[in-house]
């Protein structure tokens, strides 16, 4: 089974420029979320979709940070424009239902350095 | 507010030194309880779920025990293999069904 594929693994951008990130779940997992970690801080809640649908998006710092999962499979993480503070390591994983008995399966993440 | 304390911050060990990495939590009606292991570079992946005090899981040389206010994930004759970040996280059940919350972590090293 393959896991769930994030891309890029690394990006580097400017204050102010737009990224967008990528993530590819487990086939046939409806849930997706997305977690991020700051430097030195805990990995954190962003948003969960459920297909396409967003089910919660609590976590989402501001308006500059926007999640689309279309047609229910991958999801994309846009960033725009991308502020000094958004730098740290994206995670997106996947899940057979709540994620509470087999867990939720991650991505190796993204690492964004913002300039 | 749903929180998540893990301690000590990191551990160094020699190989076979047995020891426990600690996770203390408050939640509003605990769902579930998570250990995780992340590797450099690497998302975290997933170990146990604990969902009420009492309950132990094991798994090769790990062995995880939750009562009401913390967890436990203990360490039995650790190989260097076992160096890694331990995550703890848990799942309310009065927040949102969809977020789990992260704890620092425990960074484990383990000296041939």
């Not at chain 2, 551990?11 to 047995?18: C, K, T």
């Not at chain 2, 779920?49 to 913390?70: D, I, M, P």
């Not at chain 2, 620092?104 to 090293?109: A, D, E, F, Q």
């Amino acid at each position: 089974e393959a896991g769930v594929t994030q891309f890029p693994s690394h990006s580097v951008i400017e204050k102010g420029q737009t990224v967008t990130l990528r993530c590819d779940p487990i086939s046939g997992h409806d849930n997706l979320y997305w977690y991020r970690r700051v430097m030195g801080k805990e990995i954190k809640f962003l948003l969960h979709f459920v297909k396409e649908s967003k089910q919660d998006e609590s976590g989402m710092p501001n308006n500059r940070f926007l999640a689309e999962r279309t047609g229910g499979t991958y999801s994309t993480l846009k960033v725009q424009p991308a502020e000094l503070e958004d730098s740290g390591v994206y995670f997106c994983a996947s899940s057979q239902g709540t994620g509470l008995i087999y867990g939720y399966t991650f991505g190796s993440g993204t690492r964004l350095t913002v300039v | 507010e749903d929180q998540v304390t893990q301690s000590p911050e990191a551990l160094r060990l020699q190989e076979g030194e047995s020891s426990s990495l600690n996770c203390s939590y408050t939640v509003s009606g605990l769902r579930g309880l998570f250990w995780y292991r992340q590797d450099p570079g690497k998302g975290p992946e997933f170990l146990f779920t604990l969902y009420s005090a009492g309950e132990e899981k094991e798994k090769e040389r790990l062995k995880a025990t939750l009562t009401k206010k913390e967890s436990f994930l203990h360490i039995t004759a650790p190989k260097p293999e076992d160096s890694a970040t331990y995550l703890c996280a848990v799942q309310g059940g009065y927040s949102s069904a969809s977020k789990i919350i992260f704890g620092s972590g425990t960074r484990l090293s383990i000296r041939p």
